[in-house]
């Protein structure tokens, strides 16, 4: 007999058309923004639930969804879901992780790190402002040359060496600390350790996911590391820095500035909490924070989406599931 699956999307907003049209193939399709609250109520009528990064997918959700079978997710980073309590629960959580191949051709969020680089080194969103507010101050707005800066990468992985060739492009000295790396790129020095490329670093980026091992693994000791006026760039995730030690570093000048795509507490932000970064951002043009955009253009969103509705489609068809 073949199964009736119920496939909730829960973040359903500019999802891809085409993506879209596959899901319905597959089952009967709910796409409907939910309230935390209202998806606990109604989670435990799905056999799928597509999610982005605004829901966190924890032990409570999942113990009240006992007919859930996979968690579809089109990102890399998985820290929004309780992957060891999913794996308990025979829950499947399917997500960009590991598509080596595919991910290599998804340029979005490697792009938006080298504009918030830009935009840090050369004043962009300040001097627009200062435009907008009816001056022309061009002596105001001097930034750096990127050209014969040294460009540290932590994390050689996909988009670490994207950044890592953009930094060769632009005339930088690049280098990296990434053990887990075993090949690395023409033009693109390997650092043993963190301490050595923070050492010689000018521009630090990082590239790293978050888990026990690289949460916080940007702190004090590593700011100090690095020389006074350095810049960080930080797509990857806020928890790989240690947030308080960053503010401490951007108010005592050790470091010049930074751009953030991330932050620790975003979800919370989202819903009206505090954030001493962004409280620090309102006043000082040194900091800049983008609402976790890395990945969001169309084109990228929709080969992901489609890649993931595929990915679903093909362990559905496998009879992964039994209902
Ligand atoms: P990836 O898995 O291809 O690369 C991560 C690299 O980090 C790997 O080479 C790995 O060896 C290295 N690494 C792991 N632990 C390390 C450590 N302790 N020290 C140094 N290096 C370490 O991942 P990716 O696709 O390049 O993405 C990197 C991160 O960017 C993701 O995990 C995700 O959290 C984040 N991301 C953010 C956005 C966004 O919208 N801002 C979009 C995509 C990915």
Same mark, same amino acid.
């Given at each position: ?15 891809? *058309? ?33 999610? =982005? @990064?605004?829901? =966190? ?14 968690? $579809?997710? !089109? ?6 879901? /309780? +992957? ?12 960009? =992780? ?19 680089? +830009?935009? #840090? ?10 435009? +907008? ?22 994390? +050689?992985?996909? &988009?670490?060496?994207?950044? *890592? ?8 000295? $690049? ?20 301490? /050595? ?5 000018? &521009? @630090? ?12 693994? &940007? ?35 050790? #470091? !010049? ?12 932000? *989202? ?9 620090? *951002? ?20 929709? &080969? ?20």
């Amino acid at each position: 007999m073949t199964a009736t699956f119920n496939i909730l999307n829960v973040e359903p907003d500019q999802y891809s *058309a085409e993506a879209r049209s596959i899901l319905h193939t597959l089952g009967i399709l709910v796409e409907m923004n939910m309230a935390r609250g209202e998806l606990l109520a109604r989670i435990h009528e799905f056999d799928v639930l597509i999610v =982005r @990064l605004r829901h =966190r997918v924890d032990c409570e959700l999942m113990t009240a969804a006992p007919r859930l079978k996979f968690i $579809v997710s !089109a990102t890399t980073g998985l820290d929004h879901i /309780d +992957l060891g309590y999913a794996a308990q629960k025979g829950i499947t959580v399917l997500s960009l =992780r590991g598509e080596v191949e595919f991910l290599r051709s998804i340029p979005a969020t490697a792009e938006l790190t080298w504009g918030l680089l +830009l935009a #840090l080194l050369r004043h962009i969103p300040s001097a627009h402002g200062s435009v +907008l507010g009816g001056n022309w101050l061009r002596d105001d707005y001097k930034g750096h040359d990127l050209k014969a800066k040294r460009l540290g990468v932590v994390g +050689l992985g996909r &988009i670490g060496e994207k950044i *890592a060739a953009y930094g060769n492009v632009f005339g930088m000295s $690049v280098g990296f600390y990434d053990p887990f790396r075993t090949y690395w790129l023409p033009n693109v020095h390997k650092y043993q350790t963190l301490e /050595d490329l923070l050492q010689n670093s000018d &521009i @630090l980026s990082v590239h790293v996911p978050l888990n026990p091992e690289t949460e916080k693994m &940007i702190g004090a000791n590593e700011f100090s590391c690095l020389h006074r006026g350095a810049y960080l760039i930080n797509t990857s995730r806020g928890g790989v820095l240690d947030e308080d030690a960053l503010l401490a570093a951007l108010q005592n000048g050790q #470091l !010049a500035g930074a751009a953030l795509d991330v932050l620790s507490n975003e979800q919370q932000f *989202a819903q009206g909490a505090p954030n001493l970064l962004v409280e620090y *951002a309102r006043s000082h043009t040194n900091l800049i924070i983008t609402p976790h955009i890395g990945g969001a253009t169309y084109e990228s969103m929709h &080969i992901t989406e489609l890649f993931m509705v595929h990915k679903l489609a093909a362990c559905l068809k496998k009879g992964t599931i039994t209902s």
